[in-house]
């Protein structure tokens, strides 16, 4: 089975190369990629049947890189973060490998896709999987913020970006209104639309709101938003590719 290694982190990749070299099967390691970009571009070009995803990447998720994919392999999701288990669900992952993981794990998780590999349990896993996304339910359309014994749901659509301050995350909307929510920034970029983008560490935008990018030093760019404040807010040069691909640059 061609497979290919998604990791951002030099240890962890050269430890995923390890256990494919040493696993019990016969797997032939055609790929590997640091980041949501680059593994786009490996999986497209070199059509692995199995790729090993991590979720966290350095320009996007792993998520995002299954929904830019016309290939569609199977999936082992590798992660430290266990609350994504559930949403891994949704994209058909034939397993969830919780980082640190050992051989006997890895092995575990690759005898799954060896028993998809018959005609006959490959072709009902396509059937499960076409089943699957046309019952998948719609992402949520409020934002739900507690205050105290009241929880206030802010639509979607009248957020024009989010910022990370300290220990909480500062939902801005358009009208000029501000709310703090106690969630991390990167649970939220999970659980947004995609509607929503991140381009910095500190910062997710509402690509609506979006109506003008200048390019700036290093590959970075500022985006001009057409909230009530007019916000400028300055990328950073990690999430440069993922910018570019989702204004069509």
Same mark, same amino acid.
């Given at each position: 089975m061609k497979v290919l290694i998604v990791e951002?982190?030099?240890? &962890?990749?050269? %430890? /995923?190369?390890?256990? !494919? &070299?040493?696993?019990?099967?016969?797997?032939d390691l055609v790929g590997e990629a640091s980041s949501g970009a680059a593994a786009i571009a490996s999986i497209e *070009?070199?059509?692995?049947?199995?790729?090993?995803?991590?979720?966290?990447? /350095?320009? /996007?998720?792993?998520?995002?890189?299954?929904? %830019?994919?016309?290939? =569609?392999?199977? #999936?082992?999701?590798?992660? &430290?973060?266990?609350?994504? &288990?559930?949403?891994?669900?949704?994209?058909?992952?034939?397993?969830?490998?919780?980082?640190p993981f050992n051989q006997s794990r890895f092995d575990?998780? !690759?005898?799954?896709? /060896?028993?998809?590999?018959?005609?006959?349990?490959? =072709?009902?896993?396509?059937l499960f999987q076409q089943w699957t996304q046309q019952q998948a339910t719609p992402k949520a359309q409020t934002l739900a913020i507690k205050?105290?014994? %009241?929880i206030t749901l802010v639509p979607m659509e009248d957020i024009a970006f989010l910022k990370a301050e300290d220990?909480?995350?500062?939902?801005?909307?358009?009208?000029?209104?501000?709310h703090l929510l106690t969630k991390t920034l990167s649970q939220l970029e999970l659980e947004l639309p995609d509607e929503f983008l991140r381009?910095? %560490?500190?910062?997710? !935008?509402?690509? *609506?709101? #979006?109506?003008?990018l200048q390019r700036y030093f290093k590959g970075r760019f500022v985006l001009k938003l057409n909230d009530k404040a007019q916000t400028n807010i300055t990328s950073s040069d990690m999430y440069a590719a993922k910018i570019k691909a989702s204004f069509g640059l």
């Open positions: 951002d982190e030099y240890p &962890a990749l050269e %430890r /995923m190369k390890v256990l !494919v &070299a040493n696993s019990s099967h016969r797997l *070009a070199q059509q692995p049947e199995a790729i090993f995803l991590d979720i966290h990447l /350095m320009d /996007m998720t792993g998520f995002e890189v299954l929904s %830019r994919l016309q290939h =569609n392999p199977f #999936v082992i999701f590798t992660t &430290a973060y266990q609350e994504y &288990a559930l949403k891994a669900f949704e994209y058909l992952s034939v397993d969830y490998l919780l980082k575990k998780a !690759v005898s799954k896709l /060896m028993d998809l590999q018959s005609p006959t349990a490959s =072709n009902a896993f396509q205050d105290k014994d %009241r220990k909480y995350v500062k939902v801005c909307l358009a009208n000029g209104k501000q381009v910095h %560490r500190s910062y997710i !935008v509402h690509r *609506a709101y #979006v109506y003008e």
